[in-house]
C-alpha cells in the first residue's frame, strides 16, 4: 500500500510537471525575445526574493505532517479536526505577517537591483502583483497538509498541474500579443485564486469527516520552533544565489544564471517529487516497522544514485550546446562553471534520502547543526568568491556548504538516533557510486568533446546516444556491485519477463 500511493503520488504530480516544463522552455524564451532581459531578470529576481516570505510560515507544513501520521494511520478524525484547526487559526497569522514583509519589500524592492532602466513605479507594481500571488498560495496549506499526509497527494495535485498548464499557455499567448509583463501578473494572480477555489472543494469532498470547528490543538508548535532554522537554511541554499547575482553582477546576469537554473531546478523540483510522494510513507513506515528502516535507507539511497548519474552525467556535457542553440551564445558559461551547476543538481538528487528520513523522523532539533552550518558557509563563501571568479564563485560556495554541512554530519545523526547501525555502510555504498559517476563523465566528455552540435534536431539525437550509452554502463556497474535492487519494487517491470530477468 505504502509503495502504491507513493507511485501514485509520483506519477500524479511528475507527469504533469514534464509537460509544463517542456511549456516553461517556450515561456521563457518568448519572454526573452519580447520583454528583453531586464524584464525577464526582473521577473525571475522577484520569484526568489518572495520564496524569503515563506520563512513567515516558519516550517509548519512540515511540523504538522509528522503529528499527523499517526492519528491518520488510526483513522482518528476527531484528532486530525482539532490538529488542523490549530493549523488553520496560525496560518492566519501566518499570512498578516506576510503581508507586513511584503509591504516592507515594496518600498525598497530597488535596493535588490544593480543597475536598471527600468522604473521605480514598474517594480513596485510588478512586486505587489507577484507578492499577491504568492500570499494567495499559501490560503490552502491546512487543507493541502491533509493529502500531504494521508499518501493522497494525487487526490489534487493533478487538477492543480492542470491549471497550471493552462496559465502558462495563456501567458505565452499574452506575452506575443499584448508585450505587458502586468497581464501576465494578473493572470497568475486570479489562477491563484483558482487553485484555492479548487482545493478546498475536494478537501471538503475527500474529507468530510474533518471539521475546523473542534477544539484547536497546536501539539505542532514544538516541532515547528526546531523546524525555523531549516526553514531559513533551505531558503538560503535555494534562493541566495539569484540576489547575489542580481546585486553583484546586474540583471543581464540574472538572466544568463537562469538559463542554466532553470534547466537543473526544473529537474530537481521533478525529482524531488520522489522525496515528497515518499515522505508520508517513509514516516508510516517508522511508525509500523522501524527495523526495516536502515534496509529501505540504504535502498532509498541506491535509487537517487542511480536517477543521479543517469541524469547528471549526460546533462553536464549538452545543457550548454542547448542554452547557446535556445537561448543564443551570449548567455553561455564556460565548461568549469557547467560543472557546478549539474553538481548542484546531483548533490540536491542524492540528499533526498536524508532529508526525507530526517524529516520523517522528526529529527529537526538534533540536525539544526548542519543547517547552521550550511547558512554560514553558503553566504559567506559565496559572497567572498564571487568577487573573485564571478559566477562560479558563488556556485563553488554553495557546494561546498552542502556538502560540509550535509554530507559530513545529517547520516551520523540518523545513525544514531534512528538506524542504530554501522554508518559505514552508507559511506561505502556513496564512494561506490561517486566511482562510478567521475568514470563515466571523463568518457563521455572526451567523446563530446569534439562534436559541434549546430541544431536542436542534431542536439536531441547526440543527446539520445549518450544518455543510452550512459545508462547502459550504469545499469551494469549497479547490476554487477548488486544495487539494482529498487527496480523490483516498480511492479509492471516485473511483469516483463525480459526486464525482470536483469533485474533479478
Known amino acids: 500500500m505504502r509503495t502504491r500511493n507513493t507511485i501514485f503520488n509520483l506519477l500524479s504530480d511528475l507527469l504533469p510537471q514534464i509537460i509544463i516544463a517542456i511549456i516553461s522552455f517556450f515561456r521563457v524564451k518568448i519572454f526573452l525575445e519580447y520583454l528583453g ?15 524569503y516570505l515563506s520563512l513567515a510560515e516558519l516550517g509548519l507544513t512540515s511540523a504538522v505532517m509528522f503529528y499527523l501520521y499517526k492519528p491518520i494511520s488510526e483513522k482518528n478524525y476527531k484528532k486530525i479536526s482539532a490538529i488542523l484547526s490549530g493549523v ?24 535588490f537591483v544593480k543597475d536598471t532602466d527600468l522604473t521605480n513605479t514598474f517594480l513596485m507594481i510588478t512586486f505587489i502583483l507577484t507578492f499577491l500571488t504568492n500570499v494567495l498560495g499559501y490560503l490552502t496549506t491546512p487543507y493541502a497538509v491533509m493529502f500531504d499526509s494521508g499518501q493522497e497527494k494525487y487526490k489534487y495535485i493533478l487538477h492543480i498541474q492542470i491549471l497550471l498548464i493552462i496559465r502558462h499557455l495563456l501567458e505565452i499567448i499574452l ?6 509583463l502586468y497581464l501576465v501578473l494578473i493572470i497568475e494572480v486570479l489562477f491563484a485564486i483558482f487553485q484555492n477555489v479548487i482545493i478546498r472543494y475536494l478537501f471538503k469532498k475527500n474529507y468530510p469527516e474533518v471539521k475546523f470547528t473542534e477544539k484547536k490543538d497546536y501539539c505542532f508548535w514544538k516541532k515547528t520552533k526546531e523546524l525555523i532554522p531549516h526553514k531559513i537554511g533551505t531558503l538560503v541554499a535555494n534562493n ?69 548519474t543517469i541524469i547528471c ?98 547520516p551520523g545523526i540518523l545513525n544514531k538516533h534512528v538506524f542504530k547501525d554501522k554508518i559505514y555502510k552508507y559511506y561505502f555504498d556513496c564512494l561506490k557510486y561517486s566511482l562510478l559517476v567521475v568514470v563515466n563523465y571523463i568518457f563521455i566528455y572526451f567523446i563530446i568533446s569534439n562534436i559541434n552540435i549546430t541544431n536542436l534536431f542534431y542536439w536531441f539525437m547526440i ?12 545499469f551494469i556497474y549497479y547490476k554487477l556491485i548488486n544495487r539494482i535492487e529498487f527496480l523490483s519494487r516498480i511492479s509492471f517491470l516485473n511483469k516483463i519477463k525480459f526486464i525482470n530477468k536483469f533485474i533479478r
Not at 560543472?339 to 524529516?359: E, K, M
Open 37 to 51: 532581459t531586464e524584464q525577464l531578470g526582473i521577473y525571475q529576481l522577484y520569484g526568489q526574493i518572495l520564496s
Open 88 to 111: 488553520k487559526r496560525a496560518f492566519n497569522y501566518v499570512l498578516l505577517a506576510m503581508l507586513v514583509i511584503g509591504l516592507l519589500l515594496t518600498f525598497n524592492i530597488k535596493f
Open 175 to 180: 506575452i506575443v500579443l499584448f508585450k505587458n
Open 240 to 308: 541566495i544565489d539569484v540576489i547575489i547575482v542580481s546585486k553583484v553582477l546586474g540583471l543581464t546576469a540574472v538572466v544568463v544564471y537562469n538559463c542554466y537554473y532553470y534547466i537543473t531546478n526544473m529537474l530537481s523540483t521533478m525529482i524531488n517529487k520522489i522525496g515528497s510522494a515518499s515522505l508520508a510513507s517513509v514516516g508510516n513506515l517508522m511508525v509500523s516497522d522501524s527495523k526495516k528502516s536502515y534496509n529501505v535507507f540504504l535502498e532509498y539511497n541506491s535509487m537517487l544514485f542511480f536517477i543521479a
Open 313 to 410: 552525467i549526460p546533462l553536464s556535457v549538452m545543457i550548454t550546446p542547448f542554452v547557446k542553440i535556445w537561448y543564443g551564445s551570449d548567455l553561455i558559461v564556460n565548461n568549469f562553471t557547467t560543472i557546478l551547476f549539474v553538481f548542484i543538481l546531483f548533490y540536491g538528487i542524492i540528499r533526498i534520502v536524508l532529508n526525507t528520513f530526517t524529516g520523517a523522523a522528526g529529527l529537526f532539533k538534533e540536525t539544526l547543526v548542519c543547517t547552521i552550518t550550511e547558512i554560514v558557509l553558503n553566504i559567506t563563501l559565496s559572497l567572498v568568491l564571487i568577487n573573485y571568479i564571478g559566477m562560479a564563485g558563488l556556485l563553488l560556495g554553495t557546494s561546498l556548504a552542502l556538502i560540509i554541512s550535509e554530507y559530513f554530519i545529517k
Open 463 to 474: 543527446g539520445v546516444i549518450i544518455f543510452i550509452v550512459n545508462f547502459i554502463i550504469t
